[in-house]
């Protein structure tokens, strides 16, 4: 996430102060409230809790030219 103000020379609105940037795309123009947990960090304990817990599980992901992400962790029914 970064200031638009950096990215552009246009006046800003209200609401709209703040550019979230995937693999160097713009992707999405948010208000400076706004609050972003990156996927990694997200996901990486999701996962970890997985691990912890000795659940067999795999993994499905889905990304929507970097629009919107998504990981399902799919536990595996082994009784």
Known sequence: MK???ELTSMELRRGLENAIISNGKIVNIVSKSY?????EL?????EQMLIDSRLDYHRQTINRSDRSFSM????????
């Not at 609050?35 to 996927?39: A, E, K, L, R, V």
């Not at 997200?42 to 999701?46: N, Q």
């Not at 399902?72 to 009784?79: A, T």
């Open 72 to 79: 399902d962790f799919i536990i595996e029914d082994n009784s």
């Open 35 to 39: 609050s972003h947990i990156p996927n």
């Open 42 to 46: 997200f996901f990486k304990k999701a």
């Open 3 to 5: 200031p638009l103000r």
